[in-house]
């Protein structure tokens, strides 16, 4: 039984780490998709096709486990509320994060956003939560990380970094929202969310895109990349993955996003962080690990069933 254990949960995390390359890398398909398409129309067509990916998988599952229609109704209409309200803020960061890949490079942009695994706890905290002392310091870590990677010699600050860092607060809500109606099945959630986001990104590309739905022939790889891959399995390999990983382990891992973005960035772009941006990088990652640690350590393993409705 022990050998069994073990196994599954380094299966679990192998999942995870792979889940967490794949994000990085996407910010290199984003940053290449930046160059051909509105961030509007890269995230309406991405979206869409990872919606289509969840639901392919939620399709397999019910059939797999013979779920009946009722109960299959019961969990898309308990998900519904929850995942219209995660979608709405899914479409504000995600366009925040794509409208700032064309002039930030892919290394930098997983940096910054990384800092929304120190954000959770730093918003639970102003809501009453108790703050762990790991937390502050890997907050103080972040921040200092992320002005020498965001802030120039001449202490200004881009546009690009600036949208990262708001999208970065909005992907925190995000993911607290999520957290607050765990009770639901987690992808139909997804689906429910990405059809949203897909939704509402194609209507304002049309508003707000110069030339809405037209280059996607030019960027076909990066927008199969960031929809099939990114948005859709990896978050499929996180949904297993977490069933068997511990807390503490999950966490660190889906630290390592960063990282994938900056080697992604590194090998595929040519792009170089230079000494400041690097010791940034590590200062941000140190203190994204310290905060992440503690929180884990603070809360019960990972639930062995994360669709607690239905499969």
Known sequence: MPSTLSGRRTRANLLLLLASAIWGFAFVAQRVGAAYVGPLTFNAVRFGLGALVVLAVIWWRGRRVGLSAERDRRAWRAALGPGLAAGVALTVASNLQQSAMSSVPAGNAAFITGLYMVFVPLIAAFRGH??????????????IGLYLIAVTDAFTIGTGEVLLIISTLVWAGQILIIDRYGAVSALRLAAIQFITCSLLSSIGA????PAPFTGIDQAIIPILYGGILSVGIAFTLQVVGQRDALATHASLIMAMESVFGAIGGAVLLGESLG??????AVLMVGGIVISQWGVARQSAPTSPDPEPVAP
């Not at 108790?130 to 921040?143: L, Q």
């Not at 000494?275 to 940034?280: E, I, K, P, Q, T």
């Open 206 to 209: 049309f508003v707000l895109d």
């Open 130 to 143: 108790r703050s762990s002392a790991s937390t502050v310091v890997g907050v103080v870590s972040s921040v």
């Open 275 to 280: 000494l400041r941006g690097y010791v940034g």
